[in-house]
């Protein structure tokens, strides 16, 4: 028995999820995070900001009859290309680090969630992911820290029922902040 808990809020209940993480899990993820974390937020108002001030200095340079240097421009650009496409270059790189691990087995309870892959197995308690977001193809588990550093992926592909979404949906509220 779980002393730490009041009795009643222990349902029983599990989710089991057997999938593969693919790039575009990892990419959609990172998204997620972005929205719940300060550094992802922080990213989001500087690519505002880069937009903001290329457009400056495209109306300054065609205000004053000048063409606008090409070195601003490129630059301007670089830095637009790489905050978008920064989520899916990370992506690629988590996901041949983990497609080595082969298929993995998570298992949601009222305790936590535990992760079984074909050489390593982890379980995570609801204090240390208290905040998860939920996309159309994914549930994913965030840390309490500001930059959210620890992230659970669980592809909704990976349920033997659609209808376990909605169970996982009530675990998960029921344990963790929708963020």
């Known amino acids: 028995m779980d002393m730490g808990r009041d009795p009643r809020d ?19 993820a990172l998204k997620a995070r972005r929205r719940v974390s300060r550094s992802g937020r922080r990213q989001l108002w500087m690519f505002g900001v880069a937009v903001f001030f290329a457009a400056v200095a495209v109306a300054v340079s065609l205000a004053g009859g000048e063409s606008v240097p090409l070195p601003l421009i490129a630059g301007l650009i670089m830095a637009v290309l790489l905050l978008m496409f920064q989520p899916w270059l990370m992506a690629r790189q988590f996901h041949r680090h983990t497609e080595r691990r082969g298929v993995f087995r998570a298992t949601v309870t009222d305790v936590g969630v535990s992760v079984v892959t074909d050489d390593s197995s982890t379980s995570i308690n609801w204090t240390v992911q208290p905040r998860y977001r939920e996309t159309p193809d994914a549930f994913f588990l965030f840390s309490s820290d500001k930059n959210a550093v620890g992230v659970t992926l669980l592809p909704k592909r990976g349920l033997a029922d659609p209808t376990d979404a909605d169970r996982l949906r009530a675990i998960l509220d029921a344990h963790a902040l929708r963020v």
Do not use: R
Request: aromatic fraction near 10%; hydrophobic fraction near 40%; glycine fraction near 6%.
């Open 10 to 28: 222990l349902t029983g209940e599990s989710v089991e999820l057997v999938y593969q993480l693919t790039v575009e899990d990892f990419t959609a």
